[in-house]
């Protein structure tokens, strides 16, 4: 008999193994145009440094470039002071790390804007680069940490949430479409997926019934004509493509390319030892995800079965 926990376990391998690192983002906001280039040579080569020349500025760059790991501001700027922009960002981005630079004795402006959460640390001027690259270093450090731990919230929410669906649907299972549709929207949503199928097999193939949920309007479904699909029925296992245009089996295949899909998780729903229903799960960029998140699934696919026996008596 197949091993679920070590399968997942060599999934999870095979899926962290394309996750590469990427530079860090970092906004330096300063009115004087020679420290703000000294501020980006000091750092480019560590990190995506984004530049403002002011307060005002630096907002409309984080609208557009959205949340960034450590902020490091200049204090003393016309119109607009660096601790008033911090205090303006804190709101929407609140596990940004932010850093005042200051050449004046302005404690009252720093006090309130540090015991307010509002600031990390600030720095004098002028400042040594190499003990400013320590600090930074740490901030995104406390960024990465803060980061993780919100996600790691997020993702506990979801879960239970997806749980709790399942759970309900257990209880409530007169509509078979209406049933599938809203598993299909349930591991969706979970997942942050741009597409979910799932879809009833029936000696060993595909059926009409199907629940589909799409973040972006009306999907064409493909599943019967994908191999992924075929052997996952066959196998009783999990498949899995995290880059679809990087896989020398699946770059080819025009329903990936036609569709825009550039990752696909294919988890085969069994009861009694049989593959009673597929629920796909695509994503529109290359995707990996954590270990819990394969346990997670296996663990919903195991209620999936128990919801669909209990709707198809299969």
């Not at 009115?31 to 560590?46: A, G, M, P, S, W």
């Not at 972006?216 to 075929?230: I, M, P, R, S, T």
């Not at 394969?294 to 128990?306: D, E, G, N």
């Amino acid at each position: 008999m197949n091993n679920p926990v070590a399968d997942i376990d060599n999934l999870s391998t095979q899926l962290t193994k394309f996750a590469k690192p990427r530079k860090s983002k970092l906004l330096v906001v300063d009115d004087e145009i020679d420290n703000l280039d000294l501020l980006y040579r000091t750092f480019r080569k560590d990190f995506q440094v984004l530049r403002a020349h002011s307060g005002a500025e630096a907002l409309k760059i984080l609208a557009e470039e959205g949340e960034v790991a450590v902020i490091i501001s200049d204090q003393r700027m016309p119109e607009m002071k660096g601790t008033e922009f911090l205090r303006k960002t804190l709101p929407e981005f609140p596990d940004t790390v932010r850093i005042i630079l200051t050449g004046f004795t302005d404690i009252e402006d720093l006090v309130d804007a540090i015991n307010a959460g509002q600031v990390y640390k600030y720095i004098t001027k002028p400042w040594d680069p190499d003990e400013l690259k320590v600090v930074v270093d740490r901030a995104v450090e406390t960024y990465d940490l803060l980061k993780q731990r919100t996600e790691e919230l997020e993702r506990a929410n979801a879960q239970m949430a997806l749980l709790t669906v399942l759970v309900q649907l257990a209880q409530q299972t007169d509509d078979l479409a209406i049933t599938l549709t809203q598993i299909a929207t349930a591991f969706g949503q979970s997942f942050a997926v741009d597409t979910c199928i799932l879809q009833i097999v029936e000696n060993d193939g595909l059926t009409l019934q199907q629940g589909i949920y799409a973040e972006e309007g009306k999907v064409a479904n493909w599943l019967a004509e994908d191999f992924l699909v075929q052997y996952a029925i066959t196998s009783g296992k999990l498949q899995v493509s995290v880059n679809i245009p990087k896989d020398k089996k699946l770059s080819s295949i025009s329903h990936y390319s036609d569709n825009g899909v550039r990752a696909h998780l294919v988890i085969p729903v069994s009861y009694a030892g049989n593959v009673i229903s597929i629920l796909s799960l695509q994503w529109k960029q290359p995707y990996a995800l954590r270990e819990d998140e394969l346990k997670l699934i296996h663990l919903s696919a195991q209620l999936v079965a128990i919801v669909l026996n209990c709707s198809c008596k299969f």
